[in-house]
C-alpha cells in the first residue's frame, strides 16, 4: 500500500484513503504544482493469477473520453502493484446510498440504469469493444447534480473475437455473469448486460444479489414490465439475453408497455368496447347488426386490413387498420411497408411521435411471446426491405437531430442482407458508413490511429452523390444527399484539405451538384416545385459559401507559403 504523505511519481501527493476493495485500494492525491485533486487506484498484482495489461491496453484506458467516465490521464507501473490516476468525482457510491437508505425508488433506478446503458454502449462500440465486466453498486458514483459515474476499470477487457473464454476470471461474485467465473466462454457486451441486470435487481429490492428472483415477488408495486427486463437481462444462456445496450436502453425507455397491468387495462377497454357495440347492435336496427358482423368477419383477414387502411379518410384510422394487420399476421411485410410509407411519410416527414408509433408498434407482444419485430425478423426478405426503407426514411426525413443515429442500425441490417437489389445493398452499406462516420470521425483507435480519415468520408459522400439522384430515388432524396454533401464541406473543408482532398476535387464536386440542380428538377410541375423551392434556394445558397471557403481556405495557404 501507498504511504499517506508520501510523493508518486514526482507529484501525486497520496493525502489519505477514500476506498478499499479486495483487490484495489483508491487514494485521494493532490498534484501541488497543478492545484487538482485526484483519484489513484492501486491494484494489487498478486490479489489475482495473470493478472497483465499492456501498454496497448493502458494506452486504450486513456484514450475514453465520455462525460459518464472519468478521464484517465495517467497509468504508472509498480513492482507489485499497478496505479491508475484519475478523475476525482466528488459525490457518493450507489452501495452507501443503498445501505444507508435502502431500496430505491423506481423510476430514480431506471434514470440510472439509461445513463449506465449509454456508457457501456459507448465502450462495446471501441474497436476493439471494451468489456467492463465489473458493474456494482460500489463502482458506480451518484454526483450532486444527480447523475453517475463509472469508476473502476480494474477488469475492464477487450474483446478479442479469436478468444474461446477469457485469460483471466474477473468479476464481483454475485454479479458476474456465468462466463466470467464458469470458463466456458469468453465475456463479451452481454456480459455487461446481465450485470447491470443484477445491479439493478439489488437497487430496487435491497436484496442480496445471489438471491435474485422476479422482484415483483419481492416488491407486488413494482412494475412486471421492469420484471420482464431484468428476467432477460439475467437469463444464463447470452443468446436468451439482450444482445446489445441500445436494445436494453429502448426495453427500459418503454418498459411501461411492457407491463402486464397496462396490457390488463387496454385488454379490459376492448372487452367493455366490444359489449358496447354488441348492446348498441342488439337494440338497433338488423341493418346495423349485419353490419357489425361483416365487420368481424373483416377483422380476420388481412388484406381487408390493408383494403381499409388505403380506403381510410381520417389518418388514425388507417394507421390502426395497418396495426390490426400486423397483429393478425406480423410475419407478413406488406403493413409495416405501407405503415412506413402511407401512414407515415405521405408528408415525406418522419416525426418523433410517429417514430414512437412506429416503435410500440414492433415491440408489441400481441397475444405471443414474442415482439412483432422478432416474428417479422424470421421473415428474412421481408425485413430486409422493411430495414433499408426505415433506414432510408430515419436519415432523409426524420425531423429530430439524431437522424443518422436511428438510421444507422437499419442501413446496417440492409447491407448485411442478400436479399435485396445490388443498388440498394450498396446504398445502404455506404450510408451506414456515413451514419458512423458522425460517431467515429476523428477518434483514434487504440493504436492511436484515425480510425476514420476526412479522406474516407469525403471519397463515400462524393461516391454517394454520384449520378442522377432524382431519376435513382427521387427529388427529396437528391436534394438531402447533395445539401449533406455541402454543408459538411462548409464546416471541414480544412479537415478535407489536411486530409488531401485536392482544391480541383472540391470545386469539381460543387460544380457537379449545381449541373445537376440545373438540369435533373427540369421534369417538377408547378406544385412540386412550389414544394421543394425554399430547399432549393437554400442549396444554391450553401453552393456559393462553400466555394468561397474552399478558395479562401487555398488561398490562405498560398499566403503562408
Not at 446510498?97 to 435502502?102: D, N
Not at 407482444?365 to 412483432?372: H, I, L, Q, V
Not at 449533406?484 to 480544412?494: D, M, N, S, V, Y
Request: hydrophobic share 35%; net charge negative.
Amino acid at each position: 500500500m501507498l504511504n499517506i504523505g508520501s510523493i508518486i511519481d514526482g507529484k501525486y501527493k497520496i493525502l489519505n484513503i477514500i476506498g478499499k476493495g479486495g483487490m484495489s485500494v483508491v487514494y485521494l492525491a493532490m498534484n501541488e504544482k497543478a492545484n487538482k485533486q485526484w483519484a489513484i487506484k492501486e491494484i494489487f498484482r498478486d490479489e489475482y493469477q495473470g493478472f497483465r495489461l499492456d501498454k496497448k491496453e493502458i494506452e486504450m484506458m486513456k484514450r475514453l473520453k465520455h462525460p459518464r467516465l472519468p478521464s484517465i490521464i495517467d497509468v504508472i507501473e509498480r513492482e507489485n502493484s499497478l496505479l491508475i490516476v484519475m478523475d476525482y468525482i466528488e459525490g457518493r457510491s450507489l452501495q452507501d446510498i443503498l445501505s444507508e437508505y435502502g431500496a430505491r425508488p423506481q423510476e430514480q433506478v431506471i434514470e440510472w440504469a439509461r445513463q449506465l446503458c449509454g456508457v457501456l454502449a459507448y465502450l462495446h462500440s471501441r474497436k476493439p469493444a471494451i468489456i467492463y465486466r465489473d458493474m456494482k453498486p460500489a463502482n458506480v458514483m451518484l454526483k450532486p447534480d444527480g447523475n453517475v459515474m463509472l469508476i473502476d476499470f480494474g477488469a475492464a477487457r477487450e474483446y478479442k473475437p479469436h478468444n474461446v473464454k477469457d485469460t483471466v476470471s474477473l468479476g464481483t461474485r454475485g454479479y458476474a455473469a456465468p462466463e466470467q467465473y464458469e470458463k466456458r466462454e469468453q465475456s463479451d457486451v452481454r456480459t455487461d448486460i446481465y450485470c447491470l441486470g443484477v445491479m439493478l435487481f439489488q437497487l430496487l429490492t435491497g436484496e442480496n444479489p445471489h438471491n435474485l428472483r422476479p422482484i415483483c415477488e419481492i416488491n407486488p408495486s413494482l412494475s412486471s414490465g421492469l420484471e420482464t427486463i431484468l428476467i432477460k437481462c439475467t437469463q444464463v444462456e447470452k443468446e436468451n439475453r439482450y444482445q446489445s445496450c441500445e436494445e436494453l436502453m429502448y426495453a427500459l425507455e418503454h418498459y411501461q408497455e411492457m407491463d402486464f397491468a397496462y396490457r390488463k387495462t387496454q385488454k379490459i377497454k376492448v372487452y367493455w368496447f366490444a359489449v358496447l357495440v354488441m348492446l348498441t347492435g342488439l337494440l338497433g336496427f338488423g341493418a346495423f347488426f349485419f353490419k357489425a358482423m361483416e365487420t368481424d368477419i373483416r377483422k380476420n383477414n388481412y388484406e381487408a386490413f390493408l383494403l381499409a387502411a388505403q380506403n381510410s379518410t381520417i389518418k388514425e384510422e388507417e394507421i390502426e387498420n395497418y396495426q390490426k394487420a400486423i397483429r393478425l399476421d406480423p410475419f407478413r411485410e406488406e403493413a409495416y411497408l405501407s405503415l412506413l410509407e402511407n401512414g407515415f411519410l405521405d408528408d415525406q416527414i418522419l416525426t418523433s411521435e410517429e417514430s414512437q408509433r412506429l416503435r410500440s408498434i414492433l415491440i408489441d407482444y400481441g397475444d405471443r411471446n414474442m415482439t412483432n419485430e422478432r416474428i417479422f425478423q424470421e421473415n428474412r426478405e421481408g425485413y430486409a426491405r422493411f430495414a433499408y426503407q426505415a433506414g432510408i426514411a430515419y436519415y432523409y426525413k426524420f425531423e429530430e437531430k439524431s437522424n443518422k443515429k436511428n438510421a444507422k442500425g437499419y442501413f446496417e441490417i440492409a447491407a448485411a442482407s442478400d436479399c435485396l437489389e445490388t443498388s440498394q445493398t450498396e446504398r445502404a452499406r455506404r450510408l451506414y458508413t456515413i451514419s458512423d462516420y458522425y460517431a467515429r470521425i476523428g477518434m483514434e483507435d487504440a493504436a492511436g490511429d484515425q480510425s476514420v480519415t476526412y479522406l474516407d468520408y469525403w471519397k463515400d459522400m462524393t461516391a454517394l452523390s454520384e449520378g442522377n439522384l432524382v431519376e435513382t430515388d427521387n427529388e427529396r432524396t437528391a436534394i438531402v444527399m447533395y445539401a449533406e454533401l455541402t454543408g459538411q464541406l462548409i464546416l471541414h473543408t480544412a479537415e478535407f484539405k489536411n486530409a488531401g482532398v485536392k482544391k480541383e476535387e472540391m470545386l469539381a464536386c460543387l460544380k457537379t451538384i449545381e449541373q445537376h440542380l440545373a438540369s435533373d428538377f427540369t421534369g417538377l410541375d408547378e406544385s412540386g416545385r412550389k414544394w421543394l423551392e425554399e430547399d432549393l434556394q437554400k442549396l444554391s445558397g450553401n453552393l456559393e459559401k462553400a466555394e468561397r471557403m474552399v478558395r479562401s481556405a487555398y488561398e490562405q495557404r498560398t499566403q503562408e507559403e
